[in-house]
């Protein structure tokens, strides 16, 4: 079976108790998805981010889930982001109709804001959230018999431009582009051959931000991981294939002593092919990081010759690369 | 992991301690700080038979300063070096180093015996100790004995110790007065073991001339060692760097240093002649600039 991931969905419902619930079909491990995700909710519905709860779990078991469920891909603010979106707009129309009964009109006429239903007209009646979720749950026989007044929709988002793998299993995966600009400040100590990255600088366009906060939480423990993969973290075996780096005494991650300066800065240039106009943050400097820092130490070794073609760069590399170049 | 099955015991007294030797003996391991110890039982590099915890033996725990020197419990922690005013002010090159092991919660921890009685390589107390001359006192069914700790630390992470016997205390000799010392550790991150280490003790004569040298390096060596060519070379000379760098590469020439594929045996020569030059003229420094024992 060809596969292809276009598409994710959001859940959203009114609790009895007038909280907004999300449920998303990613499983953050520390990108803040359930902060965007009640954001983007709670623009749309006119409730405070802190009144929307969001599940961001998975379970196979009770969770819809396809072939693209889960995080990867920076997939979260392409697409999930665009449905949760799509679900609050839906919800919101949802909750005027449902509104309208009660307060004897029409639901273009009112509009959500400060957690109630308000007209949009100057009028001195309005409907908190919390007392139009209690006549729900408790009272259902005050409304029409054949009107919907479910408090809970879902709704997904398709990319336009994505499609299933042609005749030759080819596919495009990325709906939309981040682009970045990255330079490290990188000193070699020449007699102990140990590098040591002083200061790293990243300029990043990710679209449309979310949440500024975020992204740059995202961007520092990116470049983290970066320097790791550059200059530390390495699965290393001996010659009968036993693992040498198998605890993290051996299998070298950087703590907050061996990070750099880091300075991120943005150049946000909406996309035209999302919904919010986001491009993803997820893939940043992770992966510029250590052709920079790489960069860096080819330059500082300039003098030799040396062309670093391996990682991690470790003290052994630089002390032979200076020690050839000597002899 | 989880380790191999083992039997407790926590004696409250060096006197129900040695009782439990005597009975136990080689098939017992005494648990201190436990930052070496429960990890290696959890990947199940050891198993003893017998854990003997030895952190409710008060009398293990002390510091005291006389004028022999610093006398230290083998149950005193890292930082009751570390936080200690008369350990800063009588024995910088300890208060130095220390905080040069591990992490502060693995200081609070982790004890003078522990790290003694692991001797690995690449650890900073074992340093100082052969450095200054450092005598252990071991105890045990049989009685008790005095040992250097230079002889106590016989290989990578093997030491005189007998089988039913304990580490008691440690006795480190004063720095002669007027000296000026320095540690200098360089690792891949903060807080691990060292790739190469050097202490040293310098202190200069009326015509500004080195008459006390004491130096000591470990990392890419089996064990902490005192550089007796190095030490030689000073005695008597006028500091300079180019005589520092000299007795230091002299220093290193002179011992065996082992190297593997990621830190070849010429780079862990090289680290170690620089850490002891850089120790060497810190020393030096201090003592011209008053900061002195």
């Known amino acids: ?327 | 992991m989880k380790p191999a099955a083992f039997q407790y015991l926590a004696p409250r007294s060096e006197d129900e301690l040695i009782a439990i030797l005597r009975e136990h003996g080689g098939e017992a391991r005494l648990l201190a700080g436990g930052q070496s110890l429960v990890p290696m039982m959890n990947f199940r590099i050891v198993s003893p038979a017998v854990l003997v915890d030895i952190n409710r033996i008060r009398e293990l725990a002390f510091l005291n300063l006389n004028e022999a020197g610093i006398e230290l419990g083998a149950l005193t922690r890292h930082v009751a070096l570390e936080d200690s005013a008369h350990v800063k002010a009588r024995f910088s090159l300890l208060a130095e180093a220390i905080r040069h092991v591990a992490h502060r919660a693995v200081r609070n921890r982790g004890t003078m015996g522990g790290s003694l009685a692991l001797a690995y390589p690449g650890a900073e107390l074992p340093l100082i100790f052969v450095t200054l001359g450092a005598e252990l006192r071991l105890r045990s069914p049989a009685g008790e004995r005095w040992l250097p700790v230079a002889s106590f630390i016989t290989g990578a992470l093997e030491t005189a110790l007998a089988e039913s016997e304990y580490i008691a205390s440690a006795l480190i000799p004063h720095v002669p007065s007027g000296a000026g010392s320095a540690f200098i550790e360089v690792s891949r991150r903060h807080g691990d073991f060292a790739l190469a280490a050097a202490a040293a003790v310098v202190g200069l004569d009326e015509s500004g001339r080195i008459h006390i040298v004491q130096a000591a390096v470990t990392g890419g060596t089996d064990v902490p060692l005192r550089l007796s060519a190095t030490e030689q070379a000073l005695r008597g000379a006028q500091p300079s760097d180019v005589i520092f760098d000299e007795a230091a590469r002299a220093g290193i020439d002179a011992i065996e240093v082992v190297g593997d594929h990621h830190y070849p045996v010429g780079y862990r020569r090289m680290l170690l002649a620089t850490v002891l030059q850089r120790a060497l003229a810190a020393a030096a420094s201090r003592v011209e600039s008053g900061h002195v024992h």
């Open chain 1, 1 to 327: 079976m060809p596969k292809s991931g276009i598409d994710d969905f959001a859940h959203i419902a009114i609790d009895p108790s007038g909280r907004i619930r999300v449920q998303i079909g990613t499983a953050a491990a520390g990108q803040g998805h359930a902060t965007a995700t009640a954001q983007i909710a709670a623009a749309e519905l006119g409730v405070r981010v802190e009144d929307v709860d969001v599940i961001d779990r998975v379970d196979t078991e009770v969770t819809p889930w396809t072939i693209t469920t889960g995080s990867y891909a920076s997939r979260f603010s392409i697409v999930v982001a665009a449905a949760v979106r799509r679900a609050a707009v839906k919800l919101n129309a949802q909750i005027r109709a449902i509104a309208a009964h009660a307060l004897d009109t029409t639901p273009d006429r009112l509009e959500l804001a400060d957690g109630a239903v308000h007209f949009k007209e100057r009028s001195n009646r309005s409907l908190s959230l919390r007392q139009l979720a209690g006549m729900v749950q408790w009272n259902r026989g005050e409304f029409p018999l054949h009107a919907n007044i479910q408090l809970h929709v879902s709704e997904s988002y398709s990319a336009p431009n994505l499609a299933s793998p042609d005749a030759e299993n080819r596919v495009n995966a990325a709906v939309t582009y981040g682009f970045m600009a990255d330079a490290a400040l990188v000193a070699i100590d020449p007699r102990t051959c140990l590098p040591r990255v002083l200061r790293y600088a990243a300029v990043h366009d990710v679209g449309r931000a979310i949440n500024p906060q975020l992204i740059r939480g995202q961007m520092a423990g990116g470049i983290v991981h970066g320097v790791a993969g550059a200059l530390y973290e390495h699965c290393d075996y001996d010659d009968s294939g036993q693992m040498l780096t198998a605890s993290f005494m051996d299998y070298l991650c950087p703590t907050s002593a061996e990070t750099p300066r880091i300075f991120v800065d943005h150049h946000n240039v909406p996309s035209p092919f999302t919904e919010l106009g986001t491009k993803g943050a997820g893939e940043n400097s992770a992966m510029s990081a250590p052709a920079a820092i790489a960069s860096a130490v080819e330059d500082a070794l300039a003098a030799t010759g040396a062309h670093i073609d391996e990682l991690p760069i470790t003290p052994g590399t630089i002390w032979r690369l200076l020690h050839e170049a000597a002899s």
